[in-house]
C-alpha cells in the first residue's frame, strides 16, 4: 500500500519572502505548500493541483483577492481559501462582510503568528459562509 500524499496548501502572496516564511511553516506539518505571487498563477496552479486550503493575500497585483476566491472555488470546491491582510481588523464590519460574502473560509489579520496558518490548515474543509 502506497502512503497518502501530502495535502497541498496554495500560498498566493505578491512578498516571496513572506509566501516563503508561510511555506516554512506548513511543510513540517506534512503539507506540499505551492507558491503563486499572483492571481493567474494561483489559479493556473489550481488547475493541476488538488489543493486543499489557499491562503490568498488581500491585495494581488493582478486579480482583486475576492475575485480569485470564487474561480478557486469553481476550479476545487473542496478547497477552504483563507485571507490574509494588514487593512483590516477581524472585528471590523467591512471584515465581517467580506467574510460572509466573498467565500472565504477565515480571515488572518496582520502581523499574525505564523503557527496560526498550520491551525487553520489543519481544520476540516468548509467555510465560515454561504454559497453564493
Same mark, same amino acid.
Given at each position: 500500500?502506497?502512503?497518502?500524499?501530502? +495535502?497541498?496548501?496554495?500560498?498566493?502572496? +505578491?512578498?516571496?519572502?513572506?509566501?516563503?516564511?508561510?511555506?516554512?511553516?506548513?511543510?513540517?506539518?506534512?503539507?506540499?505548500?505551492?507558491?503563486?505571487?499572483?492571481?493567474?498563477?494561483?489559479?493556473?496552479?489550481?488547475?493541476?493541483?488538488?489543493?486543499?486550503?489557499?491562503?490568498?493575500?488581500?491585495?494581488?497585483?493582478?486579480?482583486?483577492?475576492?475575485? *480569485?476566491?470564487?474561480?478557486?472555488?469553481?476550479?476545487?470546491?473542496?478547497?477552504?481559501?483563507?485571507?490574509?491582510?494588514?487593512?483590516?481588523? +477581524?472585528?471590523?464590519?467591512?471584515?465581517?462582510?467580506? *467574510?460572509?460574502?466573498? *467565500?472565504?473560509?477565515?480571515?488572518?489579520?496582520?502581523?499574525?503568528?505564523?503557527?496560526?496558518?498550520?491551525? *487553520?490548515?489543519?481544520? +476540516?474543509?468548509?467555510?465560515?459562509?454561504?454559497?453564493?
Amino acid at each position: 500500500m502506497s502512503p497518502k500524499p501530502a +495535502p497541498i496548501a496554495l500560498i498566493v502572496n +505578491p512578498d516571496p519572502h513572506m509566501a516563503w516564511a508561510m511555506q516554512q511553516v506548513l511543510l513540517p506539518d506534512g503539507w506540499q505548500a505551492i507558491v503563486a505571487h499572483s492571481g493567474a498563477s494561483a489559479l493556473a496552479q489550481a488547475v493541476t493541483a488538488p489543493i486543499r486550503v489557499a491562503f490568498v493575500n488581500m491585495t494581488l497585483p493582478d486579480m482583486d483577492s475576492q475575485d *480569485l476566491a470564487r474561480r478557486l472555488r469553481k476550479l476545487r470546491a473542496e478547497a477552504s481559501t483563507v485571507v490574509i491582510s494588514d487593512f483590516y481588523c +477581524p472585528e471590523e464590519g467591512d471584515t465581517q462582510q467580506i *467574510l460572509q460574502h466573498a *467565500l472565504f473560509f477565515n480571515f488572518v489579520a496582520k502581523p499574525f503568528d505564523l503557527t496560526e496558518l498550520s491551525a *487553520l490548515a489543519q481544520r +476540516p474543509g468548509g467555510r465560515s459562509c454561504p454559497v453564493a
